[in-house]
Each structure stands twice: as structure tokens, then as C-alpha cells.
């Protein structure tokens, strides 16, 4: 079995309220110096093979259909 | 003209526009069920509002990817009028259907109350009934209608007249780029719009601003 993370984050130029809205309250905590945050989603994944080129590829595919909306996400794949 | 409008599990909009569906056009549409692999001969789709699978990942991005879905795009490509409402807009995109994405809305709050809509392009199979530049009432409810598109699409969708609807006089409710409310797809038969225009229909909803939009994709005449 090999175990996959799927991180999906904003593309840049995409406006993220939530981010914006998370940097104002890191602020308000007294954090000095925040620059920007962006927030995103991360995937953990097990994939039912020992194939690693496989599960990339099967991995990369997930990402392209469904994980990640392409039009404003870009998406990164890292194997355990 | 028939229509039919597609069911999924978390559309709760699906009874109004049932019945802004039947008083307008006289016929009781079809429902469609997502696992449907084919859709009866009808002139118009549609996917009312609501949250499908609980709006989980992304609003509408797990009804997009469902059987249902493939029948549709086989439609629209035969020139069938395809119309997403709120969460219908959401699939539509989602499913590629229409261009760009929406995104929480800037104020990160949802929204229900009344916008003013403007029509820009009346002259689509979804606008006849309504003037160039006339501007209606319309409600919106929702979390996720910020929409959002870069810079290369969205001068190609301003460029080719697919903005339809623009929200009006400062009523932007959700930090839609543009002011954009609803778009149509380039060949003009698939419109989708956060506004509801089926909950604005005849006097007991204070108002029938939105029926010109079913008249016209409907083939009545505006009432």
C-alpha cells in the first residue's frame, strides 16, 4: 500500500476571503509581521498498490477530475 | 415546450422550480434522477438550486461528476437548453459546461435577499422577453457565488456577449468579478445564474420579474 498527501491550494491572483480573513485574525492575536495567507485542503490518501509510477499517475488523474478545480486550484502530489 | 428538471441528493430548490416550470409553461416537467444515463426528448434542462452532497470539496463539484451529467453535456452539444440555478450554476462550471468558478463569497457570509439584475445580452434563447439594459428584480441565497474567472476567460466572455446578467445599482452581493451573475455558454443554449429567478414569479411572491426568463426559454409569452 502506499500512502499519498494531495495538497490543493489557490492558484495565485485567485482572491481568498477566508486567507484574508485568517491573516486579519492572526493580527488581532497580536502575531506581528504576517505577510499573506492562503488557505487550502490537503488529501491524505491510500492507494492499494506498491506501483509507484502508478499510483502518480492514478494520482495525478484524481486530481485533474475531481480534487482540484483547475480553473482557480493548483494541486501538488507527494508519496509517504 | 417540455422540460425536465434533474434531481440529486441535497437540491432542495427542485419543488419551486417545478412549479414556476408548470405555471408557465402549462406542463409538468419530467424529473431527472442523477443516475440517469439518458434524458427523455425535452426543450429545456434544469438544475434547480440547493446544496448536492452537502456542498463537500467544492459547491457542485460532486454533482458534476455524476452520470447524469454526461447525458446532459450530450444535450447541450444537440442545441437542448440547458439552465442551472444557485447550485445548478455551480455544476455547471464544475462540469465545464460554462467557463470560470465561484467561490465563497467576499464577505464570507451567505446571502439571502433581493438584487437588482441587469439585463446585458437579451439576446439569448433565455432573455427575449426581457429589454437590453432592463434592469429586474431578483432573490439570491447563497454561500458561493463569487464568481471568478482569469483574465484570458474572462475577456473572451466579455468579448463574445456571454455575461447575460449583471447585479445592478451596488447590489453585488458575493464580490463577482464584473458584477457577473449569470453566463451563457458560447453556442448561447446553457445559462447559469446565482440569482433564482423561479421564486419570482407571480403576485403572491411580490412580484414576476423572473418570469420572462422561462417565457422565453419556454417559447410562452411573457404573462
Redesign the interface.
Given at each position: 500500500m502506499i500512502k499519498a498527501r494531495v495538497t490543493v491550494t489557490l492558484k495565485n491572483?485567485?482572491?481568498d476571503?477566508?486567507g484574508k480573513?485568517i491573516e486579519g485574525a492572526l493580527g488581532a492575536l497580536g502575531f506581528d509581521g504576517i505577510g499573506h495567507v492562503r488557505q487550502g485542503k490537503v488529501f491524505d490518501l491510500e492507494l492499494q498498490t506498491a506501483d509507484k509510477a502508478k499510483a502518480e499517475a492514478d494520482l495525478k488523474a484524481m486530481c485533474e477530475?475531481?480534487?482540484a478545480?483547475t480553473?482557480?486550484e493548483n494541486y501538488s502530489i507527494s508519496l509517504a | 415546450m417540455k422540460s425536465a428538471v434533474v434531481q440529486l441528493p441535497g437540491l432542495n430548490r427542485d419543488r419551486d422550480m417545478i412549479a414556476a416550470l408548470t405555471k408557465i409553461s402549462g406542463k409538468a416537467p419530467v424529473t431527472v434522477w442523477q443516475t440517469e444515463t439518458e434524458i427523455p426528448d425535452v426543450d429545456l434542462i434544469v438544475i434547480p438550486g440547493g446544496f448536492s452532497y452537502g456542498d463537500y470539496l467544492r459547491c457542485g463539484a460532486i454533482a458534476a461528476r455524476m452520470p447524469v451529467m454526461q447525458a446532459i453535456k450530450a444535450k447541450a452539444e444537440q442545441g437542448v437548453r440547458v439552465l442551472g440555478v444557485c447550485n445548478g450554476f455551480q455544476i455547471l462550471v464544475e462540469s465545464g459546461l460554462l467557463p470560470g468558478a465561484l467561490m465563497r463569497n467576499a464577505s464570507l457570509k451567505f446571502v439571502c435577499r433581493e438584487v437588482k439584475l441587469q439585463v446585458v445580452n437579451a439576446d439569448t434563447a433565455f432573455t427575449r422577453a426581457y429589454a437590453k439594459g432592463q434592469v429586474i428584480r431578483s432573490p439570491v441565497a447563497h454561500h458561493d457565488g463569487n464568481y471568478f474567472a482569469d483574465a484570458e476567460t474572462l475577456k473572451a466572455v466579455e468579448g463574445n456577449g456571454q455575461v447575460v446578467f449583471r447585479y445592478a445599482e451596488g447590489t453585488n452581493p458575493n464580490g463577482s468579478i464584473n458584477d457577473i451573475a449569470g453566463v451563457v455558454n458560447a453556442k448561447g443554449n446553457v445559462l447559469g445564474m446565482m440569482p433564482h429567478p423561479e421564486n419570482l414569479i407571480e403576485a403572491a411572491h411580490g412580484g414576476s420579474d423572473g418570469r420572462g426568463l422561462f417565457a422565453s426559454a419556454l417559447d410562452v409569452i411573457a404573462a
Open positions: 491572483g485567485v482572491l476571503p477566508q480573513a477530475k475531481l480534487l478545480n480553473v482557480i | -
